[in-house]
C-alpha cells in the first residue's frame, strides 16, 4: 500500500514546502517513487478567474465574504483521483479538506481505496499566520481585510473539518509545530512519520 499524505493548517504555514522537502526525502530513499499531488487551493484560484457561469458566481459569493459551496473543492479532488489515480502512487492532499463537510466524503475515498491517511497538521497561530500571508507577495494576499478574512476562515471552517479527520480510525494524526525554521518543521514530520 502506497502511503497518503494529508496537509492542512492555516494560510501561510508553509504546507507547499513541506510537501516538497517530503518529496524530496521519499526521493532519497527511493528514486522510482511516483506522485499523484492534489493541491485543490492552486486548482480553485485557477477555476475562479474563468469564464463559465460557475466561476462568476464564485467570485460573487468571495467578493461579498462568503465561502464557495463545498461541493467544488470535492469536485477538483474526486475528479483528479477518478481520473489520475491507479493505486501506485503515493498521494499528497495539499489544501483538503477545506470544510467540515468534504471529511466523510474524503473518507469515503479513503474507503474506497483501502487507504489509511497522514494526517499532517502545519500548526501556527494567528499572528504567524498573518505575517507568513502578507510576506508571500501572491495577489490575492494584499489586503489587510482579505489576510483577516483567510485567517477567520481557517477558525470557522477548516477547524471543524480537523477535529472531524483526528476522530476517524483511518486517519493517523501527526500535529507538528509550524512556528520553527522549516528545516525543524521537515524534521519534526519526518520523525512523526516514523513514530
Do not use: C
Not at 140 to 154: K, Y
Not at 182 to 195: G, N, T, Y
Request: aromatic share 8%.
Amino acid at each position: 500500500m502506497h502511503p497518503v499524505y494529508l496537509f492542512i493548517g492555516q494560510s501561510g504555514a508553509g504546507k507547499g514546502t513541506q510537501v516538497a522537502l517530503l518529496k524530496e526525502s521519499i526521493l532519497a530513499k527511493d528514486p522510482t517513487t511516483r506522485f499523484l499531488d492534489i493541491e485543490t487551493g492552486s486548482k480553485f484560484r485557477d477555476f475562479i478567474t474563468g469564464s463559465t457561469y460557475t466561476a462568476g458566481l464564485v467570485r460573487e459569493l468571495i467578493a461579498q465574504g462568503k465561502l464557495p459551496p463545498a461541493f467544488l473543492g470535492v469536485h477538483m479532488w474526486s475528479h483528479e483521483l477518478m481520473e489520475d489515480y491507479d493505486g501506485t502512487t503515493t498521494v499528497f492532499l495539499d489544501g483538503t479538506p477545506r470544510v467540515a463537510d468534504e471529511v466523510p466524503l474524503l473518507l469515503s475515498a479513503a474507503q474506497l481505496y483501502n487507504w489509511t491517511i497522514d494526517v499532517i497538521y502545519v500548526e501556527i497561530g494567528d499572528a504567524w499566520a498573518h505575517d507568513r500571508i502578507t510576506g508571500r507577495g501572491r495577489e490575492d494576499d494584499s489586503h489587510e481585510e482579505a489576510v483577516g478574512g483567510r485567517i477567520r476562515w481557517f477558525h470557522t471552517s477548516v477547524e471543524p473539518a480537523i477535529e472531524l479527520l483526528k476522530q476517524s480510525p483511518l486517519v493517523r494524526f501527526h500535529a507538528i509545530n509550524g512556528e520553527q525554521t522549516i528545516e525543524q518543521v521537515h524534521q519534526d514530520i519526518v520523525r512523526s512519520l516514523a513514530a
